[in-house]
């Protein structure tokens, strides 16, 4: 039987409930946002005792569908004070499923100035005292607690960004290979960190297990699925090949590479940076090209990068990554690149938040630009001990700007724009404006169809039919996000008619229902506004759907673009 | 004439242009808050090219009327996003309505790095480039413009604070002992700083002066006003006597004096720091226990404080700063509170905003309560100088409270609440919500009635009749701060019969018109609803209209008293 896993830190219990009716049908992002948007007071305090912490895998997690392995996590975000959702690799996702763990729901705040860990297990949740851990970096935590209760003991921990509820801060997940993925984005570290818990580890012996209604059809619909996805260009060849690097040398030639904090759209350093060079480089030091995030995934986007001396430096070594930490800040060497991404990992921040904040740094002349070594010890010395200018950094891009007066800051709702110009990528724009997270690519992906020729073809620099594409893009994602599958099952889902379907077919096979496209449609729209009416009881009006001032009097070259969508224009998102 | 000057700090032009008509009848506030609601997009960055900041002396200002040679600044706010007006004493006012300076609009932003000046004299407004005075205290800024332009210059200067942009940067008046009175709520100084303005000269040599339309009237009214003033108990005894610090006492006795960082309504030292203890310190040491902040005043109720060796320390030694360093910083040293305000006058920054900081700050374990000495060196030292830590601090109270994590920050719309604890004086707690401004007791001064029995009374710890209240006094505030007077006078103006027709009658006899009481209220009203307007357009909703959590669930003693307003009681406010 599925259930609900509650912890109240405010006095240190926990309880197994039923799942009820209500959040049967829901999974991953679905059921956070449902979660917390009927349990947590919108206009509370993110980092207080209303907040809670919510983990969710997918409806399809624990199965065999390919790429299904991706937990949410929700909250109210301390970064943007909307609602948030962020979801990662790594093997919790799976492991709660098969435990039968349809939502864990931490809540309140502990009375005494002490740090707590979480224990989930088939018996249910339990909460220890944690002394020795804390402070520790996330590498430290995986080791010490895989010595402490075996290898495949299940991690979340948070690091010292964490603890000193930087708003950059992330939360941490084990991935197959004892590294690092991350809940990256919106600062649901601090929020773990508001709650004395340092780290949670599941043990999934004696777990049931995932019960699939119908095993024939599901078998035949996952192959089905599985061969979509090998047989796409972008997910069967690009993305195995080069990861998600691939997208410096594309972006760079659409001129939608944000450079030296947005002032350019094209990076001089950029085949230095390319997926391309990643690629080559990887497998002449003995790296991973291809690695999975999580088991059962096949399209294998996450390298492994060694140093010179062939040592493991960093995985999950994104393109948006690369590109904040590369373009964005002017620096052209991926060694450091890579052990920033080591450190970041350590330390607990989202590397996008992180990059994008550098490059407001190197504008406010805290660092220069291109000064890799300076950005190193920043992260290590000020954002890894919590000194104060490490917590101006650790607050993210807008934090920095508001400290230093900055007024060129590239944030929506006060999280970060990611690795795409909205001025020469225009749909991503829209997406940037109205997501319920704050600016967040992963939430509708227009890059596909902008740039890629995924689902089509959207002219990048125009107006067109923009809005339509972020819109469709962000309910398909809304509800992709609540299957537990990694986004880039869009790709196939985009280009090959049978993908879809079978993607449904196997929810179906699962719980035995018999879901159709417009019901799977339904559920995106409903999980967008629910977010969105969440977002308007914490005080969120058209007004916050904007992007910044400066993206419509600063033309971006190469193609001298502004940002031009006028406010109805851009509100026309929400008439669905 | 009165006339309208324009200044473009982008191509570093100015004009001077005629007074539209819809702006004829409005001075002070009334004219700021027109003039940024009309020319300033309400979602632009206020740090950016299209702010402005504005100066407006009041209707009656310039006129010998008692009382009324205050200035009004305003424009968007760095620190709360709102729109915002801020008035202080000084001898600025009364010199730009001699000379018929109606407005100083102040708009763009240069494009060099460099710093300016701005001169107002009879022949209109010119920039000069600045670089001498760059990077110095206020103190030294009025000393070194005195001796270079005369000693009757008028000046409005920034100290390091506003160069640095910080968001609780003030703007400097200097007063008539060439010290310092401050526009000193919302963050003005960084406005000005943002467009590279050091200070702005006046010399009033020539000026037409304020011609009255009806002298025999005026004279008639302006004495039936003035002995108003000396009539009443607060403003004729209380205030010249003890300062506004009288009210430490009043407030500990009312159990709404908050200390500790807000987690009490009572302070133990509160004798120490008390308006009697102030007063008799200051006669001991040869200080003036009355004081002026601008020539015309009748109340008197600046006091110039002395150190043990009988030397200037600081004046416009007000109740706000004084509590918040004092009982809310738990600290009971009268001379090392003086030597702070000294220090926030030089470097520039709220007095308000700062102490409430300071309680954050201790509560962060930045440093402990009581710690005097740690809080001179951090203002001196960090915030004087832009450390990290110092643009932490220059950042305010939410500015502490996200880059600590912490959950106890009073502030309503980003911007500190000042001296009188919400639960146990709940009118002020209205005041604080539903201001245009962000928390700012000015702007609806309940502890008239509430605590001092002015205007009748409403019982303090009950909710009845509340909303109303505040409701009439920022309605009154908001037209009385636009003719120019002190808002002291609302005292003799709710007790005393004549005293409010013989304003109104000073008005009509200045401009030869005939306004009624209802014309003037409809003022307040319409000024409050032009400022709602442009917050509405900037963002915000009635889910900004809230106290912070903590002061719903934590009961502060002697009363235990909580903020019980529900949501829909307070957005009564608005009906009207």
Chains 1, 2 share one sequence.
């Not at 005792?49 to 929700?74: C, H, Q």
């Not at 939360?171 to 773990?192: E, Q």
């Not at 001990?385 to 934090?399: E, F, V």
Request: proline share 5%; net charge negative; charged share 20%.
């Amino acid at each position: 039987m599925d259930k609900i896993l509650r912890v109240n830190m405010t006095d240190l219990t926990t309880r197994t409930e039923p799942v009820p009716a209500a959040w049967a049908g829901l999974g991953g992002r679905a059921l956070t946002s449902t979660i917390v948007a009927a349990e947590v007071p919108a206009t509370c305090h993110a980092l207080g005792e209303n907040n809670k912490l919510v983990f969710a895998p997918g409806l399809l997690t624990g199965t065999p569908a390919a790429n299904s392995g991706r937990l949410s996590a929700g909250a109210k975000s301390p970064l943007t004070g909307t609602i948030k959702e962020s979801n990662a690799g790594g093997t919790a996702a799976q492991m709660l499923a098969r435990l039968g763990v349809k939502a864990l729901i931490i809540e309140g705040l502990p009375k005494a100035d002490k740090w707590y860990s979480l224990h989930v297990s088939k018996d249910g949740v339990t909460v220890q005292e944690e002394s020795e851990l804390i402070g520790k970096g996330n590498f430290a935590v995986i080791e010490a607690l895989e010595a402490r209760l075996g290898k495949k003991t299940g991690i979340l921990t948070i690091g010292p960004a964490g603890e000193l509820k930087m708003t950059a801060a992330n939360i941490s997940v084990k991935d197959p290979d004892s590294k690092i993925r991350s809940h990256g984005r919106g600062g649901l570290g601090a929020v773990m960190g508001s709650k004395k818990i340092k780290f949670i580890t599941i043990n999934d012996e004696g777990a049931p297990g995932v019960k699939i209604a119908d095993p024939e059809k599901f078998k035949v619909a996952a192959r089905t699925f599985a061969k979509a996805l090998l047989d796409h260009p972008v997910s069967g060849e690009g993305l195995p090949t080069y990861g998600t690097n691939v997208l410096v040398n594309i972006l760079n030639e659409a001129g939608g590479l944000p450079t030296k904090n947005f002032t350019l759209g094209q990076f001089e350093g950029h085949d230095k940076i390319s997926g391309e060079t990643l690629h080559d480089t990887i497998v002449a030091r003995g790296g991973k090209p291809k690695h999975g995030c999580h088991a059962g995934c096949i399209i294998q986007c996450s390298q492994v990068y060694h140093d010179k001396d062939g040592k493991y430096v960093t995985s999950g070594f994104e393109y948006e990554t690369i590109w904040g930490l590369g373009a964005d800040c002017c620096i052209d060497n991926l060694d450091d690149i890579a052990l920033a991404d080591n450190i970041m990992d350590d330390i607990g921040v989202d590397s996008i938040e992180t990059a994008v904040m550098f490059g407001v740094a190197m504008e406010a002349g805290i660092l220069s630009f291109g000064d890799s070594k300076e950005m190193l010890r920043l992260l290590r010395d000020e954002i890894g001990t919590g000194t104060p200018l490490g917590r101006i950094l650790g607050g993210g891009a807008a934090s920095v700007g508001k400290a230093y007066g900055v007024t060129r800051v590239p944030v929506v709702k006060n999280q970060a724009i990611p690795a795409y110009d909205p001025r020469s990528v225009k749909g991503i724009g829209i997406t940037y404006a109205t997501s319920t997270m704050g600016a967040d690519h992963t939430s509708g992906y227009t890059i596909a169809t902008n740039i890629l020729n995924v689902g089509g073809f959207v002219d990048p620099l125009k107006k067109d039919g923009q809005v339509e594409l972020s819109r469709n893009l962000q309910i398909a994602t809304a509800a992709v996000d609540s299957t537990g599958m990694c986004i880039f099952v869009a790709f196939p889902a985009l280009d090959i008619p049978e993908c879809l379907p079978a993607l449904i077919d196997m929810i179906n096979a699962r719980f035995g229902i018999s879901l159709t496209g417009d019901d799977v449609t339904d559920l995106g729209k409903q999980v967008l506004k629910t977010e969105r009416q969440f977002n308007i009881e914490a005080g969120f009006t058209k007004e916050h759907d904007r992007l910044p001032e400066f993206f419509k009097t600063e033309p971006v070259a190469p193609h001298n673009a502004v940002w031009d969508f006028s406010d109805e224009e851009i509100d026309e998102f929400w008439n669905f």
